[in-house]
């Protein structure tokens, strides 16, 4: 039987279709559909992804949430990105389609299985995945399994504290790194090193990158401020874990160029001596269907 895995995003859903050996068959996406009703986003999820591959021929398939979530009991506590609250997700799904095998776990977390999954060769031992996008998520995987609880989802690396009493974070506290690195949250900080003229704009990451990318000194300065605050959570990581691989995906990963200096000189300050140069750091390219491939692997496990 082939397995699927359905990563649901805010914008975009993503799917991937997998062979029970794990061989990619197939991948496509489309745009979450939006609802009030949680239940009525699912059906239509489930109805498109019908139409586009019967899902008579899947036995096992595996979400990826963006958000908190009991993974065992498929119950998501908060996505706020879907407008998800307590919502039981997988009793839902199987009041629309007999799955014969049901997954779930954190988007970030899937992520970091398809990140996993995408090495060819020897594979790391250790392996912390952090999504720059207009959040951060994270996930490790150790020993090649999701590190993670079955009661909740765990790794949420966005919210780690890299100021006290820092900048507003969506989650109600202050000083997370979400709150610094996530697209979202950019401007926040970075608008005040603006050139005088662009004050009162808001720029995206995209933008500021592009201009960083043109020679622009000021856009290279705000990317190297955003390596440094980056790296310090990064830092936390390595002194917890010292995980073999650290890897970047995500839209912002694309300006690793332009924030590896501020990086590099955040890990020095940082990282404990001895765990000094133990964790390689790259950026895994090709990241749109990461996720679902990850929640596609997840149900091989
Ligand atoms: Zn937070």
Redesign the pocket.
Known sequence: MKAMGIDIGGTNTAVSICSSAGKTLGRFDFSTPRSKYPEKTISEILRIIDGKYPLDEIGAAGFAVPGMLDPENGFVFSAPNLGWKNFPLKKVLMKYHRFKKLVFENDASCAALGVYSAYRGKKPESLAVLTLGTGIGGGFISGGRIFSRRDISIF?A??IKISPEGLP?????RG????YCGAAYMNNWAGAMFPKALQSSVLSSGEIYEKANGGALWAKKIWKQYGIYLGMAVSDIVNLLVPAQIVFTGGLAGAYSEFKGGLRISLEKHILPSYRGRSLISVHAGACSVGADGAAAMTLL
């Open positions: 949420e966005g919210h974070c969506g989650c109600g506290a997370c790194l979400e709150a």
